[in-house]
C-alpha cells in the first residue's frame, strides 16, 4: 500500500519511494506474483522479497501506451479504494481464499486484465504459461 513519508520502513520491507500507481498496480498483480512464486527465495514457507533478485530483474512491460497505463492506474486505485473499506481486517485476512470479499477478488481480476494487456497478450491459462512468457520477455531484454 501507500504509506505518508512520516513512515519508518523496517530494514525487512521494502519501500519505492515515489513510487506510482501504474507501477503498484503491476506490483499487485497475478503477473508480478507468478514471479515472485518462482524467483524469490524463501525463509520456511514465506517468500523473501529481494529487490536485487525479484524487482530489479522483473520485465516490467515495455512501449506501455497511455490507455493501458490509465487503466492500470485506476484498476490499481479500485483496489486501494476496496481494501479502504477493510482497515479493520489484516491483509492476511483480506487475502484468505476462503474469506477473500469478492468485490476485492473482482478488483483484482480487473486489475489482472489491465496489466495484461500492457504486455499486448491474452489471458494466461495458468501460472505456467505466465512464467514462460515473463522469462522469454526476461531473456530478451537481457539482449
Not at 11 to 16: E, F, T
Request: aromatic content about 12%.
Amino acid at each position: 500500500g501507500y504509506v505518508s513519508k512520516d513512515i519508518i520502513i523496517s530494514d525487512s520491507a521494502i519501500s519505492l519511494v515515489g513510487a506510482k500507481l501504474f507501477q503498484y498496480g503491476i506490483l499487485l498483480s497475478i503477473m508480478h506474483m507468478t514471479w515472485v512464486k518462482y524467483v524469490c527465495g524463501r525463509l520456511k514457507s514465506d517468500y523473501r522479497y529481494s529487490k536485487d533478485l525479484v524487482y530489479n530483474n522483473y520485465p516490467f512491460p515495455k512501449n506501455v501506451s497511455e490507455k493501458q497505463k490509465k487503466a492500470v492506474e485506476e484498476k490499481a486505485q479500485n483496489v486501494l479504494n476496496i481494501r479502504s473499506q477493510f482497515s479493520d481486517c489484516s491483509l492476511a485476512d483480506l487475502y484468505d481464499p476462503l474469506s477473500m470479499p469478492p468485490n476485492l477478488k473482482k478488483a483484482h481480476q480487473e486489475l489482472d486484465k489491465a496489466v495484461d494487456n500492457c504486455y499486448g497478450t491474452k489471458s494466461f491459462k495458468n501460472d505456467k504459461e505466465r512464467i514462460e512468457f515473463l522469462f522469454g520477455l526476461y531473456e530478451e531484454y537481457l539482449g
